[in-house]
C-alpha cells in the first residue's frame, strides 16, 4: 500500500510554490474547493512516523494524519525549500524530530481557535 | 397488516433491566451500616492516564443499555464469555464487565459474599453493589487478550496480535486483580451536565420518545465522531432500509467516555450531531441525537455485537455498520464487523450471525459502505454506486484541516458543525482531546451527584 502525507494550500502557502515545477503537482479536491499536495512516503518512513507520533494515525485512503501540526508545518517548509515531493523532504522533517516534538509538546495545550462567531 | 411490517424489537433477554431507586428515603434505608467505596478511574498499568471509569458501566448496566446484564460478572461468567460470548443465562455477550478493586483495598474494606458496599462517586453515595463472590484476576495480560481474540484462535478476522497500543486492550490490562461480583442498583441518581443532559435517552425514555415520534421502525447510527457529509449521507441513504417504508427515524448514538489524544471532545461531538439536524440537513423529526456512557473497547466486531445489543435495548430495529466499525489501527479485518452479521465468527462462538442463533439479537444489519465526493457526479456518491473516481473522505484528515486552522469546505463539513467544534474549542483551547481534557474529564466526569 502506498502512503502519502497530505500538504494543505492556502493562498500564502501556494504563493510559495507558484512558477515552480511544484505548481503541476498540485491537486484540487472537492470541486475544486481545496488545493494541495500529495507528499508519497514509503513503508519505512511511514513506520518512522509512526514511532515517533503516537498521535500519528493511517487513514482509509492510505494517509498519514493526525500527526502534529508542527511536523506539518516543517513538511511544507521542506517541500517549498526542496521543491520536491520526494522522500527527501520526509527524511528533512524527521531530521528535525527533537524540535517539532518540542514544539508538539506546547501545541498540544494550546491550539489558537479560528475567529469566527459562534 | 403487512406480513412484511417490522416490529420494534423486544430488548435482549426479554425485559429492560432497571435497577435505580428514586425514593430517596428508601435507598438511605438500604445503605444504613454498610462499608463504603469511593469509586476510581482504572489507570494505565503503565503511564497511569485514566483509561477508564467503572460508572459509566454501572450506569450503562442499572438504565438498561446492556440489558440483560445486571452488575459485575462473576468468574464462571466472565470465562463463558471469553470462550463462547455468553451470558450465563445463554443470552449472548461480547466482553467481561467486572468491579475490579486491588488488594490492598479489599483487605481494607474487609467485605465478603452477602455483603452489601455502597459505591461513593464524587464523595457521594451513587450505587450499591450486592456482592455475591469475590474472585481473582490472575493475569490481567491473558484475559486482555482472550477479550480481543489472538491470530491464532481466532483467524477468521483478528490480524495482528493485541498491544498495549490498543486502547481496549489496555484497559483489560490495567484491571486491579479483586473483582468484587454482583448485581449494581444506582440509590442516587446523577444529574448530566450539559450539554449531555439533553442528549440523555436510557432505553425505556428512548422507547418513549420513539412512541411519541410514531417511529416504528429506526436505523441507529453508531458514532464517536463530528459528522462530516459522508456520514450525513450514510446516515441519510441507510435510512431507505425499512420494511414497506424507509425507517421512521434515525437514531444517533454517541459513545461518551474515556477519549483519546486526539479525538473530538465529547461536548464538540454531541452539538456537531446536532447541529446537522438543527441545521435542517436531516429534518428533528426524523433524526434523535442521545448517547451511552462506556469506555470504548474498540473491538471492532465484538463492539459491533455490543451495539446491536444497546440499540435493541433503546428501541431500535436497523443498525449501520460500516467499514472498521469502532476499530483502531489493523488488529482486525476491516471487515471483521459485517463479516460476523452476514456470515458469523465461529471462533468467537457465532457459527452462524448473532441474529440466527440462539438467545441472539433481533436487531438488522445495514452493511454499508461509504461515501465520498465525485467530481464528475459533483455530490456525494456511494462507493457501490458511482463509478467514477472519487474523492474520500476521512475523519482523520478532516481533523488534519481542522487543526491547520482551515475551514473545512461545506461540502465536506457543514459550517454549523464546523461552529460546534470551534465552540468547544473555545472553551478547551484546543479542538482536540489532550492530556488536559483527558484528565480534567475524568475528574469531572459527565455527572453531578446530589446528597442523598
Known amino acids: ?118 | 397488516m403487512s406480513s412484511l411490517i417490522i416490529e420494534r424489537p423486544l430488548p435482549h433477554g426479554g425485559r429492560l433491566v432497571e435497577r435505580v431507586i428514586r425514593d430517596k428515603e428508601a435507598a438511605k434505608k438500604m445503605i444504613k451500616g454498610c462499608p463504603t467505596y469511593e469509586i476510581k478511574p482504572t489507570l494505565h498499568y503503565e503511564t497511569g492516564v485514566p483509561v477508564r471509569n467503572v460508572y459509566r458501566e454501572i450506569m450503562s448496566i442499572c438504565y438498561g443499555f446492556f440489558s440483560p446484564v445486571e452488575g459485575s460478572m462473576k468468574k464462571a461468567e466472565v470465562e463463558r464469555i471469553l470462550k463462547e460470548r455468553r451470558l450465563l443465562n445463554d443470552w449472548i455477550f461480547p466482553y467481561p464487565l467486572v468491579f475490579d478493586i486491588s488488594k490492598e483495598e479489599y483487605k481494607e474494606l474487609g467485605v465478603t459474599a452477602g455483603d452489601r458496599l455502597v459505591l461513593n462517586l464524587k464523595g457521594k453515595p451513587f450505587a450499591i453493589l450486592d456482592i455475591e463472590e469475590i474472585w481473582e484476576i490472575e493475569d490481567p495480560e491473558e484475559l486482555a487478550h482472550k477479550t480481543f481474540g489472538t491470530p491464532e484462535d481466532n483467524p477468521e478476522v483478528v490480524k495482528e496480535p493485541f498491544n498495549k497500543k490498543h486502547p481496549g486492550w489496555v484497559i483489560y490490562r490495567s484491571l486491579q486483580p479483586i473483582v468484587l461480583a454482583g448485581k449494581y442498583t444506582i440509590i442516587n441518581e446523577p444529574k448530566f451536565r450539559a450539554p449531555f443532559d439533553r442528549f440523555w435517552f436510557p432505553p425505556r425514555k428512548c422507547r418513549e420518545e420513539f412512541d411519541n415520534r410514531n417511529w416504528r421502525t429506526a436505523i441507529c447510527h453508531q458514532t464517536r465522531n463530528v459528522p462530516h457529509v459522508g456520514h450525513e449521507f450514510l446516515m441519510k441513504n441507510a435510512a431507505y432500509t425499512g420494511d414497506v417504508e424507509p425507517c421512521h427515524g434515525i437514531l444517533v448514538n454517541a459513545i461518551i467516555g474515556v477519549k483519546r489524544r486526539g479525538d473530538y471532545p465529547d461536548e464538540a461531538i454531541l452539538e456537531g450531531q446536532e447541529a446537522v439536524t438543527t441545521a435542517g440537513y436531516i429534518k428533528s423529526e426524523r433524526r434523535l441525537v442521545s448517547m451511552c456512557l462506556w469506555d470504548m473497547r474498540y473491538g471492532n466486531p465484538l463492539e459491533s455485537l455490543l451495539h446491536g445489543i444497546i440499540r435493541q435495548n433503546m428501541g431500535c430495529t436497523h443498525h449501520m455498520f460500516g467499514r472498521d466499525h469502532a476499530a483502531v489501527g489493523e488488529y482486525y479485518d476491516k471487515w471483521s464487523t459485517q463479516i460476523l452479521w452476514t456470515e458469523g465468527i465461529p471462533s468467537f462462538g457465532f457459527p452462524k450471525p448473532p441474529t440466527d442463533v440462539p438467545y441472539g439479537l433481533n436487531i438488522r444489519p445495514q452493511n454499508m459502505r461509504e461515501f465520498s465526493y465525485c467530481p464528475t457526479c459533483k455530490e456525494m456518491a456511494y462507493s457501490e454506486t458511482c463509478g467514477h473516481k472519487r474523492e474520500k473522505l476521512s475523519g482523520s484528515f478532516l481533523r488534519g484541516m481542522v487543526a491547520e486552522g482551515v475551514q473545512p469546505p461545506a461540502i465536506i463539513m457543514r459550517p454549523e458543525v464546523y461552529k460546534a467544534v470551534v465552540k468547544w474549542w473555545k472553551h478547551f483551547n484546543y479542538p482536540f482531546c489532550n492530556e488536559k481534557y483527558v484528565i480534567n474529564k475524568e475528574k469531572e466526569l459527565e455527572v453531578d451527584l446530589e446528597d442523598l
Do not use: H
Open chain 1, 1 to 118: 500500500m502506498a502512503y502519502f502525507i497530505v500538504v494543505l494550500l492556502d493562498d500564502n502557502r501556494f504563493d510559495k510554490i507558484k512558477g515552480t515545477e511544484l505548481e503541476k503537482e498540485v491537486q484540487y479536491m472537492f470541486g475544486g474547493e481545496l488545493r494541495c499536495l500529495n507528499v508519497e512516503v514509503s513503508e519505512e518512513l511511514k513506520e518512522k512516523i509512526l514511532k515517533e507520533f503516537d498521535t500519528a494515525r493511517i487513514d482509509s485512503r492510505g494517509a498519514i494524519t493526525d500527526v502534529p501540526v508542527a511536523f506539518l508545518r516543517e513538511l511544507f517548509n521542506q517541500v517549498a525549500d526542496k521543491k520536491t515531493l520526494g522522500g527527501e523532504v520526509i527524511e528533512g522533517v524527521l531530521a528535525k524530530v527533537d524540535e517539532i516534538k518540542e514544539l508538539a509538546a506546547k501545541e498540544s495545550e494550546f491550539l489558537p481557535a479560528p475567529d469566527i462567531e459562534v
